[in-house]
């Protein structure tokens, strides 16, 4: 992944536009700029050249901008030649170029090489580039704030400031471990139980803004299940705003998985619509519910809807739902055909959460349940965007400050064991960042880049 040839990419979406942006990264580009235009060009200017083929016919007149190392996107030097935007126009480019360049090494870019050359010359960090995916992909205004907010490194140096005081923490105790005599005040001297119990609060408050900056990036997988003909495609419905599943009073009129994707409050929600649970002989449904049960295991939320008067048999089916979850896996209760209660029923049901897809009854409510579980603090001052991983390398950062935590308390023979916690919480942080890395892990993160990033 780290190979050190020049490399060539378009840059721009496939498809007929205006301009194509075709990039080229390496670490002198001057014997390729020359190959091309017969001259050096100055650097951030933007030149309007002819680019020729081979017999001398011109291919496009376009912008070339020649950025020199490390003043770039990538660190390198970069050469950026906006051509017109024709498909088949960029691949003749794509080719002139790696003819003109074969002696220097020119090679097509792998998805998400340019960033990560941009990572290795210390231009962004790995959260950083992370973010510069994050901005591309993402599907909602406050999502394109979020990652804006982490690619500026809002996130990263949250990270670091909370290295800076682990790191502070560590040198006075490892200093203290040096002088045995001393240990015994040390605790107490270096307000060490304090200054831990501050390391903590920040982690905490990174935690909580990670996991709403994973909800703004990745929304919420948000399956409905239930028994047959108790309202779940009308849910989806009436959620959605329109008719994208099918109803009818027929009990197993969901075969497949109906998908829509809709904004609560600008967190996505991805609604599956199930076939409805049961036991049956016909192969079609039975292929159906085995689909509903694999959605149902990879749910963030499940909402388990019954109706009104068919609750037989529902509590089993509940039991069997709670036993096929991930133990993280919420689950929200909800009666449908709240419509055709009498006022005394709905009395009773009073701490039930009763809805009516037919009538929009108690939708609202619905929402804001949804918003609560899956954790939404509403929209947020300087919210970022996050990902699994950084939560992961979060919440273990968090273990081993509880850890540590515990050794503090201990008292001062455990000093050792607590400045070793203090030091692999510190690792963990600094994976987020990329400043610790398990080797493998690069490798995944830039190859789910898009190319030309
Ligand atoms: N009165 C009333 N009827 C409803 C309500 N929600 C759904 N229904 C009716 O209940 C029947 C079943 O609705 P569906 O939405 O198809 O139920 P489902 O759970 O998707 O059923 P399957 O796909 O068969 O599992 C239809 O006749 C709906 O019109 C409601 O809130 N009130
Ligand atoms: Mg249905």
Sequence with gaps: MTRKLPIIAVATAPGKAGVGVIRISGQNLNAITAALFQKKLAPRQANLLTLRDAAGQVIDQLIAIHFVAPASFTGEDVLELQCHGGPQLLELVMKRCLELGKDEGLVIAEPGEFTLRAYLNNKIDLA???????????QSEAAVRGAARSLQGEFSNDINDLIEEITQLRI???????????????LESAQARQ????????????????KQGKILRDGVQLVLAGAPNVGKSSLLNRLAGEEVAIVTPIAGTTRDRVKESISIEGVPMHIIDTAGLRETADVVEAKGIERSWDAIRLADLVIFLSDTHSNQG????KEQILAALPSKCPVLEVLNKADLLDQSSKAELKDTLLISA???DGIEAL???????????????????????HLDCLERAAEHIAKSEEFAANGNNSLELFAEELSLAQGRLGEITGKLLPDDL???IFSQFCIGK
Excluded: H, M, Y
């Design 358 to 360: 037919k009538t929009g």
């Design 442 to 444: 690069l490798g995944k």
């Design 314 to 317: 529902q509590d089993d089916l």
């Design 128 to 138: 950083q580039a992370e973010a510069i995916a994050d901005l591309i992909d993402a």
């Design 195 to 210: 200054r831990l119990s501050a390391v903590k609060a920040k982690l905490q408050a990174l935690r909580e803004g990670a």
């Design 367 to 389: 929402k804001q349940k949804i918003l609560e579980i899956v954790g939404w603090g509403g929209p947020q001052e300087g919210a970022i965007v996050a990902r699994r991983r």
């Design 172 to 186: 006075l105790v490892e200093s203290t471990l040096d002088f045995p005599e001393e240990e015994i005040e040390f």
